[in-house]
């Protein structure tokens, strides 16, 4: 079971930015513990693409991340084509002691 | 270069043990902060994270799962063994082994994962 809520889903037209938010808990998001983001095509294995407000070498800079609270945003700017795909959010929780997902968003290049 | 790549049976039966292998390169569970997890993805679902094992050999299970799982390490062979005993249909998903990357045992993110092997309950 997902720990970490996002949105289903969220769309736009090529050049947009769009958002997507992941809120957690004081035990999670809320600690000190860094949020990841993770990008996923399907029949591929998953890809980092956020850890903290850092991006691994060769992941766009249309990609960032933040947060703030008990909640995590990735934003994309500029969206392309290529970034249809499936994102995910990641974090520690100390209470279960151990690592916890976003419930994924999909999105989707009008 | 961080390589990983699962490997097990493709069926089981409910009710049998799955046996899960991941055969990585390119770093060791020897030295610190090193560490490897496993995580699921049914078809059509979300991933979720079930184990992880540190250079120390401390282990972190999923709580909903942790009764169900066993992860070991072979740092000489370079793996990491996953068992879930008791398997049902539900369990039907894709098993990704990864790279921890962080400093300490907790904490941190996955990175790189294998290419997943998917795991399919029948009977």
């Known amino acids: 079971q997902s720990v970490l809520t996002q949105p289903p889903s969220v769309s736009g037209a090529p050049g947009q930015r769009v958002t997507i938010s992941c809120t957690g808990s004081y035990s999670n998001i809320g600690t000190n513990y860094d949020v990841h983001w993770y990008q996923h095509l399907p029949g591929t294995a998953p890809k980092l693409l956020i850890y903290g407000n850092n991006r691994p070498s060769g992941v766009p800079d249309r990609f960032s991340g933040s947060k703030s609270g008990t909640s995590s945003s990735l934003a994309i700017t500029g969206l392309q084509a290529e970034d249809e795909a499936d994102y995910y959010c990641?974090?520690?929780?100390?209470?279960?002691?151990?690592?916890?997902f976003g419930t994924g968003t999909k999105v989707t290049v009008l | 270069q961080i390589t990983l790549k699962e490997s097990g049976p493709t069926l089981v039966k409910p009710t049998q043990t799955l046996t899960l292998t991941c055969t990585f390169s390119g770093f060791s569970l020897s030295t610190s902060g090193a560490g490897v997890g496993w995580i699921r993805q049914p078809p059509g679902k979300a991933v979720e994270w079930l184990a992880v094992i540190y250079w120390n050999d401390n282990k972190r299970y999923s709580p909903s799962l942790k009764s169900r799982l066993t992860i070991t390490k072979d740092t000489s062979k370079n793996q990491v063994v996953l068992t879930m005993t008791n398997m049902d249909p539900v369990d039907t998903a894709t098993y990704f082994c990864?790279?921890?990357?962080?400093?300490?045992?907790?904490?941190?993110?996955?990175?790189?994962w294998g290419q997943g092997t998917l795991v399919t309950v029948s009977s």
């Open positions: 990864a790279h921890r990357r962080g400093a300490t045992d907790n904490g941190g993110n996955f990175d790189p």
């Open positions: 990641q974090c520690y929780d100390i209470s279960l002691s151990g690592y916890v």
